[in-house]
């Protein structure tokens, strides 16, 4: 009898503490590409296709250099045309994470030079009330230091996390050669250094990597 309570006492715990990793799964935009400019035009759709499912409460992670490249959140129109007419949010200061707090379409592009035109750009589907699943293990190497020359016009929005790109390159260090895997990602985002989108449900942050 004793022997069959410690037995159930032990799982229940090690289900307590399991409960926090399986919240959701963190997709690492890209693969291990990250968000760049693509060798074609369909990569980030190929990369978002089936089998790889999107659920509420998962995390899209973007891996980029502060001023080389950009997130914005846009509409359909904006995203099927790269224009900024209506833009929802931008980001700026990578790794960009997102989190993904309902079923729906979400569309996001990087807004600086002829980034959008060139194809780095992302449309997601949620369609699961769970959690998705996500591709395999694997490291990546962020994208060469030099910035490329911001579009004469593109719209400035107020960055979220931050005042300036100015700032946050001096900060996060720009010169410095980095690789990040899903690890380094994922204990950016916890911490805080990284771009967080600011509608993360309770919990998501320990969300695992996957």
């Known amino acids: ?6 037995t159930a006492v032990s799982l229940v715990m090690v289900v307590a503490i399991m409960a926090p990793c399986i919240d959701a799964f963190s997709h690492i935009v890209g693969g291990s590409l990250g968000w760049a400019v693509p060798p074609n035009a369909t990569y980030y759709d190929e ?35 790269c224009t900024q007419v209506a833009p929802i949010s931008m980001y700026a200061r990578g790794p960009t994470t997102y989190y993904l707090s309902g079923k729906g379409d ?12 060139l194809g780095t750009k992302l449309h997601i589907s949620v369609t699961s009330d769970t959690e998705g699943t ?18 004469p016009h593109e719209r400035q929005l107020p960055l979220i996390g931050d005042a300036t790109v100015e700032k946050q390159n001096s900060e996060e260090g720009i010169g410095a050669q980095k690789v990040l ?8 985002s916890r911490r805080g250094s990284a771009d967080v989108h600011p509608t ?6 320990q969300a695992k990597c996957c």
């Open 1 to 6: 009898m004793a022997k069959g309570y410690l």
């Open 47 to 81: 990369w978002a296709a089936s089998p790889r499912i999107f659920g509420v409460g998962d995390k899209l992670v973007f891996p980029y250099r502060p001023g080389q490249y950009n997130v914005y959140q846009v509409n359909k129109n904006d995203f099927d045309n």
């Open 106 to 117: 979400y569309f996001f592009y990087s807004a600086i030079a002829k980034h959008c035109e």
């Open 134 to 151: 996500s591709g395999d293990r694997f490291s990546f190497e962020l994208a060469p230091e030099t910035a490329p020359t911001p579009s």
């Open 181 to 188: 895997n899903y690890n380094t990602l994922c204990d950016e």
């Open 200 to 205: 993360a449900r309770p919990g998501a942050q």
